[in-house]
């Protein structure tokens, strides 16, 4: 075989139209992800970018849009105790999940603005 998978260069969340500044409220203001400039031919399709991590988190614009609420992303965090509490604090519900021993992870989720599952966990 003369290929191979490296990773995942980034996951799409899909939006409704106008999206962009309530995004970029949630992803940069609260989660302090970094914004992405979008290549100039694909910023007429309205939506955003940004980085988390060395992977990227594309907010797109889907015209017919209904949240994904189960299917999900996933983001490895480290001190995942201390995003709980700061996502708290700034009245971002969460729903916890039992810290799974046996699974050796911790984990919660959360829905950002438009209603997508999102899950954030730290390996133990």
Known sequence: MSYSFTGIDHIQ???????EEEARH???GLLGWPEIDKPEPLKKRGGVWFECGTH???IGVQQDFTPATKAH???HVVHLDELRDYLLIHDV???NDDVRKDEGVKRFYLKDPFGNR???LEWL
């Open 13 to 19: 969340l899909a939006a409704p139209a106008g999206c």
């Open 26 to 28: 949630f992803f940069t």
């Open 56 to 58: 990227q988190v594309h």
């Open 73 to 75: 992303p996933a983001f």
């Open 93 to 95: 519900p969460v729903i």
């Open 118 to 120: 999102l899950e954030f």
